[in-house]
Structures are given as structure tokens and as C-alpha cells.
């Protein structure tokens, strides 16, 4: 089955780039009708959509990131990457990807075990 | 702000029956996902489309949907169920973005 792994620092400074990437291993990320989402939840709070790629390279964003958000995808190395820049306080949260599925029925469905990135200096 | 309201917390007495909603305009073209959170773990998806489970979720999960309100019940609540349950849809501006609900804490008492 098909599991993802979320990698990347722990730890970035304000206004600085974060970056994260997802490793998908049990299955290849170019297979199926499948897009490949970021997911954040800052602690005790709800789940915000980041963003997500189709293996073709297109992209879709939350309207309230977007200015800031970059997903690619490296299909060779069955990844896709986040990168969310000048990052504030606020972006302090647990990152989750996850596969999305996109034809019919919507829903996410596995997810990372999730990573925190806290923003301090 | 969301554009799928749900309310933040709801309880239920162990092996009663709970429903849980998810209300917005989206949902008048799209169907719901629902996602189990419990502390310290990823979210888990226990339906998804008119009223689907995936392998594994226990059949007191069942999934419903009229107008613009999607709802979740859980029949026969185990201690277990107690966790946070996100509703999942697209946004109702018509460039398929995904947007999640607040979440609704589930106490079984």
C-alpha cells in the first residue's frame, strides 16, 4: 500500500523559506488519477489546505497562500516538495501530505505521519 | 474563516448514536470526505463520497448528505470514536480548490 513521509527542517528562522519534501513509496507517484496535497495544522487548531500537484506539473493553491507557495514534483525520485517562503509565527504548524484523490469521489486518503516546522529565531 | 461550518464540539452517551455536520454551500454540488483525528496522529479517512468506507472503518460510521449540509453519524458511539472529525469538500468558487471544516470535538461520555 501506498505510504507517504514527510522530511525537511524543523526548525527555520522568520522570513525565511521553508521546505518540505514527501517521499511516496508502495506505489508510483505517476500512476492513477491522483493529485498530491500539503496540508497544515498550526497546534490545537483545524486543517488548512496548502496546495496541491498532478504529476503533469500543474498546480492549484490556497488563495491565502499562494503568493507565498511553491509545489513541485520530481517524479523520478517519486517526491513532491513544498516550499513556502518569508515565513512568519504564524506558519508554525504541523505539515501533512497527503494523496488526493481527484476523478468522482474527493478525498484524501493516505497521509503523512506529519512534520512540525516551528518559525523562531 | 471556512467555507464549511461545523459545530466545534458535540458529545454523546457510550452506544448512543451521534450525528456530526458539516454545513456550506459546496456541498450542494459536492460530497463530503470525513476524517478521524485522535491526539497526536495524522488524520484518518472514514468516508468518503455518498456514503463509503474505506477498508477498515467500522460499519456504525455512515455518511449522508441533503441540500447544502453533509452529515456523519456514528450508531452505537465506542469510547474509542472520541477524537476531532474534520469535513473535507471543494470550495464553492468553481476552481475545485479543497477546503476543510473547523473540526467538531467528539466527547463519548
Known amino acids: 500500500q501506498v505510504q507517504l513521509q514527510e522530511s525537511g527542517p524543523g526548525l527555520v528562522k522568520p522570513s525565511q523559506t521553508l521546505s518540505l519534501t514527501c517521499t511516496v513509496s508502495?506505489?508510483?507517484?505517476?500512476?492513477?488519477?491522483?493529485?498530491w496535497s500539503w496540508i497544515r495544522q498550526p497546534a490545537g487548531k483545524g486543517l488548512e489546505w496548502i496546495g496541491r500537484i498532478y504529476t503533469s506539473g500543474s498546480t492549484n493553491y490556497n488563495p491565502s497562500l499562494k503568493s507565498r507557495v511553491t509545489i513541485s514534483v520530481d517524479t523520478s525520485k517519486n517526491q513532491f516538495s513544498l516550499k513556502l517562503s518569508s515565513v512568519t509565527a504564524a506558519d508554525t504548524a504541523v505539515y501533512y501530505c497527503?494523496?488526493?484523490?481527484?476523478?468522482?469521489?474527493?478525498?484524501?486518503?493516505?497521509w503523512g505521519q506529519g512534520t512540525l516546522v516551528t518559525v523562531s529565531s | 474563516s471556512s467555507e464549511l461550518t461545523q459545530d466545534p464540539a458535540v458529545s454523546v452517551a457510550l452506544g448512543q448514536t451521534v450525528r456530526i455536520t458539516c454545513q456550506g454551500d459546496s456541498l450542494r454540488s459536492y460530497y463530503a470526505s470525513w476524517y478521524q483525528q485522535k491526539p497526536g496522529q495524522a488524520p484518518v479517512l472514514v468516508i468518503y463520497?455518498?456514503?463509503n468506507r474505506p477498508s477498515g472503518i467500522p460499519d456504525r460510521f455512515s455518511g449522508s448528505s441533503s441540500g447544502n449540509t453533509a452529515s456523519l453519524t456514528i450508531t452505537g458511539a465506542q469510547a474509542e470514536d472520541e477524537a476531532d472529525y474534520y469535513c473535507?469538500?471543494?470550495?464553492?468558487?468553481?476552481?475545485?480548490?479543497?477546503?476543510f471544516g473547523g473540526g467538531t470535538k467528539l466527547t463519548v461520555l
Open positions: 463520497g455518498k456514503n
Open positions: 497527503a494523496r488526493e484523490e481527484g476523478s468522482g469521489s474527493f478525498f484524501f486518503d493516505p
Open positions: 473535507n469538500s471543494r470550495d464553492s468558487s468553481g476552481n475545485h480548490l479543497a477546503v
Open positions: 508502495g506505489g508510483s507517484i505517476s500512476s492513477g488519477s491522483y493529485y
